[in-house]
C-alpha cells in the first residue's frame, strides 16, 4: 500500500484558512489528526481525532477555549486517498492508545468509547498505520518503538482502550444502574467475575475515567455519536457527578503504584484516587463510589504483616462499627465507607489464609446476580491460546480427570516444559531479547534468605543459583530482574509477554493415589500457611492446598506469547506435560 501523507501546519486561523484552499481532501475527505503542544513545557498536551472536513473541525477547536487553554500548537494531518470513516476510528484510537502508552503526552481526548470494530482489509490497513507511527516517531511526536511501548504499565493500564463487548456491556450496564440509583438515592453493589486475562482491571480503571469524562463534560466539545458510550454524555448525569467522590481501590502494593503512575499521566485522574482498602478503613470521609479490583485479595481478620496494621484493623473496626468484631472485612469497610460498590472478582486468584473466604466472596457473587447487577467476562485478552488455555490450567490444578489441552488448541502459543532449569533461564533470557517483558517467576518454596543477606541466594537446582525478586515495586520493570525470580505478590494482575514457571516441591504427585498434594514443609510462606486464632480457624493440608493451587494457576497465565515450565517433582511433571501438550 501507498504510504500516508502527514502535512503539518501551525494550529492557527490564518494557516488553518490558507491550507484548507490547496486541497480538496482538507475540506471533503475521510483524515486523521493530531494536535499537540509545546515539547518543552513539563506535560505537553496532545489530542487525536478523525474527521470528514478536517480544516472545519480545526476552525472548531481554536473556537473552543478549553483547546486554547492547553497549548496545543501544532497540527498534523493524516491524509490517504484510501482512508473510509471505519479506517480512521481505527487509526484514531491506535494513535491515542500509542500516544496514552508512550507517556510523553498527555492525551486529552475522552473516554466516550474507542471502537475496534471489523472492516474490510483491516488486518492491511493495521500494517500501515505502522508506517504512520514511524513518521510521526520521526517528527518527535513518539519517543520510544511501538513495542517498547506495549510492554510498558502505561500502555497496558491505560484507560484508552478498546473494550471487548463484554467489556463494554459490563461498563454500560454498571454505569446505567450507577445513574439511576444517583437519582434516587439508591445504594448498589455490582461484581464484575472474570478469570485471569478477562481484563477485570481495565474495567476498573476504564470506569474510572469514563466516569470522570462525564462529569466533567464541556458542552463545546463535541462527542462522535457513534461512538459506543456517547449516549452517557448528557447533562443530566453530568449533573448528578457533581461532586462525587471516587476512588479505586487496589489492595496489591505494586499493581497499586503502577496505576497511581498512569492516573498521573491521565487529565482528569489523579494518583489520589487509587488507594488501599487500609485508606478506606482510615478515611475520614465517605466515598460515594469505591471499585475494588483483585476484591478476592481483601483481607479478613487475620495476624497482619505488622504490629501496626494488626492494632489499625482494631482500630478501624471500632470506628466504623462502634466494636473490634473479628467477623468484620475489609469488605465490610469498604460496604460502610460507600454508597455504591464495583467488585471485580476471581475467586481462584486467592492465595493467602488471609485474603477473603471463598464462601463470602460466592455471596456477593449471588447477591449481585439476584439484582441482574453480576456481569461475567469471558472474552480471553491476555493468553494468545485463548480461554481452553486457562480452562485446561485451572482444571488439571483442580486435579479434573477430563482436564487437558492439546496441541492444536495451544495454536502458536509456546508451551514448554524443561527439566533444567539453566535451560529454561536460557530460553526466557532469549525470549526476553526478542520480545522483552520475559520473566522467571516460582511458588513460595524456598526461603528468602536473600531479603536479610543480599549475597545469599534462594533457588539453588541444577548448578544454577537464583534469588527472589529484590523490590516488589514494580519488579517486572525493576533493573536486575531478568536475573531474579519473581513471587506471587511481585506479579498478580500483571503481564508477561513470556512467563518461566518453577513449580516447587509445594506441590507434588501423590503415586499411589495418582492426585496433587500439598508438601506442607517446603511451602516457605509463613503468612500463607498461618492459622487463624482471631476466627477459630486452622487450616489443613486441603486448604493449603487450595492456595498452593491458586498461586501456581496465577503464574501459568502471566505469558501472552508463551508459558515455560520447571517442575521439581518429576512424576508431577510428566503428569502436567501429558495433560498440557497432548
Request: hydrophobic share 40%.
Amino acid at each position: 500500500m501507498t504510504p500516508s501523507r502527514i502535512e503539518r501546519l501551525p494550529f492557527a486561523q490564518d494557516e488553518i484558512r490558507d491550507w484548507s484552499r490547496r486541497d480538496r481532501a482538507h475540506t471533503d475527505w475521510p483524515v486523521v489528526y493530531v494536535l499537540d503542544g509545546d515539547r518543552s513545557q513539563t506535560k505537553p498536551a496532545v489530542y487525536v481525532g478523525e474527521t470528514l472536513n478536517a480544516a472545519a473541525r480545526m476552525r472548531q477547536h481554536l473556537a473552543n477555549a478549553s483547546k486554547r487553554a492547553t497549548g496545543l500548537e501544532t497540527i498534523r494531518v493524516v491524509v490517504d486517498d484510501r482512508f473510509n470513516k471505519s479506517v480512521c476510528l481505527d487509526l484514531e484510537s491506535h494513535l491515542i492508545r500509542w500516544l496514552a502508552g508512550d507517556g510523553r503526552f498527555t492525551v486529552l481526548n475522552g473516554n466516550e468509547g474507542i471502537t475496534d470494530a471489523s472492516y474490510y482489509d483491516r488486518d492491511v490497513y493495521r500494517e500501515s498505520f505502522r508506517d504512520v507511527f514511524e513518521q510521526l516517531r520521526a517528527d518527535g511526536v513518539f519517543e520510544r518503538t511501538i513495542p517498547q511501548i506495549e510492554n510498558g504499565d502505561l500502555f497496558k493500564l491505560s484507560p484508552f482502550k478498546a473494550l471487548t463487548n463484554d467489556q463494554a456491556a459490563a461498563v454500560e450496564d454498571i454505569l446505567e444502574g450507577i445513574f439511576a440509583d444517583l437519582a434516587t438515592g439508591a445504594e448498589s453493589t455490582a461484581v464484575v467475575q472474570g478469570h485471569p486475562g478477562t481484563g477485570k482491571t481495565i474495567v476498573a480503571i476504564f470506569l474510572m475515567k469514563l466516569l470522570a469524562d462525564i462529569r466533567d463534560h464541556d458542552a463545546d466539545d463535541e462527542v462522535q455519536p457513534d461512538s459506543v458510550f456517547a449516549d452517557l454524555f448528557v447533562p443530566e448525569h453530568r449533573a448528578l457527578l457533581q461532586g462525587f467522590r471516587m476512588a479505586l481501590v487496589v489492595p496489591q502494593q505494586s499493581l497499586r503504584l503502577s496505576i497511581q503512575r498512569v492516573f498521573a499521566k491521565t487529565p482528569k485522574l489523579h494518583p489520589s484516587m487509587v488507594v488501599s482498602p487500609w485508606d478506606v478503613g482510615r478515611s475520614a470521609e465517605s466515598y460515594d463510589l469505591l471499585v475494588v479490583d483483585e476484591t478476592h485479595r481483601l483481607n479478613q481478620r487475620a495476624n497482619q504483616s505488622s504490629g501496626v496494621l494488626n492494632r489499625d484493623f482494631a482500630r478501624i473496626n471500632e470506628r466504623l462499627f462502634g466494636a473490634d468484631d473479628p467477623s468484620k472485612t475489609q469488605l465490610d469497610w469498604i460496604t460502610a465507607r460507600s454508597a455504591h460498590r464495583v467488585l471485580l472478582v476471581d475467586g481462584e486468584q486467592s492465595v493467602r489464609p488471609a485474603d477473603l473466604p471463598a464462601t463470602m466472596l460466592a455471596a456477593e457473587v449471588r447477591a449481585a446476580a439476584a439484582l441482574g447487577r453480576r456481569y461475567p467476562l469471558l472474552t480471553q485478552m491476555r493468553v494468545n491460546a485463548g480461554t481452553d488455555y486457562v480452562d485446561a490450567i485451572r482444571g488439571i490444578l483442580r486435579g479434573e480427570d477430563g482436564a487437558r489441552l492439546t496441541a492444536d488448541a495451544l495454536g502458536e502459543y509456546e508451551l514448554r516444559f524443561f527439566q533444567d532449569l539453566g535451560d529454561m533461564r536460557e530460553a526466557i533470557r532469549r525470549r526476553d531479547d526478542e520480545h522483552g517483558l520475559a520473566r522467571l517467576v516460582a511458588g513460595y518454596a524456598w526461603d528468602w534468605r536473600s531479603r536479610r543477606d543480599p549475597a545469599a541466594h534462594d533457588i539453588e537446582l541444577d548448578g544454577v543459583a537464583l534469588r527472589w525478586n529484590r523490590t516488589d515495586k514494580d519488579w517486572i520493570n525493576a533493573p536486575g530482574s531478568l536475573d531474579e525470580v519473581g513471587s506471587i505478590h511481585t506479579v498478580q494482575g500483571y503481564d508477561l509477554n513470556y512467563a518461566g514457571v518453577i513449580i516447587g516441591p509445594d506441590l507434588r504427585l501423590d503415586p499411589a493415589s495418582g492426585r496433587l498434594r500439598v508438601d506442607r514443609d517446603s511451602y516457605r510462606d509463613k503468612k500463607g500457611k498461618e492459622n487463624n486464632p482471631a476466627l477459630g480457624i486452622v487450616y489443613s493440608d486441603d486448604d493449603l492446598l487450595q492456595y498452593i493451587r491458586n498461586i501456581y494457576g496465577v503464574l501459568l497465565t502471566r505469558g501472552i506469547r508463551g508459558t515455560f515450565v520447571y517442575v521439581c517433582d518429576p512424576a508431577l511433571r510428566e503428569w502436567m506435560r501429558e495433560r498440557l501438550t497432548g
